[in-house]
């Protein structure tokens, strides 16, 4: 995917690099795929991770053990990346791509919510474009917690905010997503079959 793995394994091989590289690389598909809805851009996302990582090494003795290492990660990357827009860094590439299929594609996760029986049948494309169009602060909790299964605890981490916070944006993007959903699914069709027939030429 990217040249990150690389760039780690070539550091010196100390004890916290060789630690460090077999506790987080295990997390580099999801920190792509927030990163991807961070940015929607295929060379952000992956500059983003890569720096990310790099951050994070240099950090990393200074971890506590008892330190949730997913949820760091994530704060270092969404600090990151908020630097970046910060300092002007943001720059647009000509080439973008789809969402990877590590968060493009919905799971069947029914029996974790019932909003999921209801994002099973509605089409893909309609869901990549529900999430990208719902405003950051919903986006970022439903990635979150749907995608990558953090806690409320973890995520108001990640988001520097209060879990209530958490738990009130993530009913909301719920509704959002649904009612979305709704239209795209069944209103298309409706619309379309209202319409009157084409005139012949």
């Known amino acids: 995917m990217f040249c990150v793995v690389h760039i780690l394994m070539a550091q010196p091989a100390k004890n916290t690099e060789t630690s460090f590289c077999d506790s987080a690389l295990q997390y580099l598909d999801g920190l792509y795929g927030y990163a991807m809805t961070l940015t929607h851009n295929q060379a952000e ?3 983003l991770v890569q ?5 994070a090494m240099r950090a990393f ?5 008892e ?3 997913k949820s760091w990660l994530f704060t270092i990357l969404r600090n990151t990346r908020f630097n970046q ?4 860094l943001n720059k647009s590439r000509s080439a973008e791509t789809d969402r990877p299929s590590s968060t493009s594609e919905f799971e069947d996760k029914s029996s974790k919510d019932p909003l999921f029986l209801y994002l099973a049948k509605a089409r893909q494309a309609d869901v990549r474009k529900a999430i990208d169009e719902l405003p950051p602060v919903y986006r970022d909790v439903i990635v979150l917690c749907e995608f990558e299964e953090l806690s409320y605890r973890e995520i108001a ?3 520097d905010c209060p879990c209530g916070t958490v738990m009130s944006r993530l009913k909301r993007a719920r509704e959002r ?3 979305a959903l709704r239209h795209w699914s069944f209103g298309t069709s409706e619309t379309a079959s209202a319409r009157p027939a084409s005139k012949p030429v």
């Open 61 to 65: 003795e200074r971890l506590r053990p």
């Open 51 to 55: 720096d990310t990582y790099l951050r």
């Open 177 to 179: 997503l649904k009612e």
């Open 157 to 159: 981490q990640i988001l």
């Open 45 to 47: 996302a992956e500059d």
């Open 85 to 88: 827009i910060r300092d002007g």
């Open 67 to 69: 330190s949730n290492l």
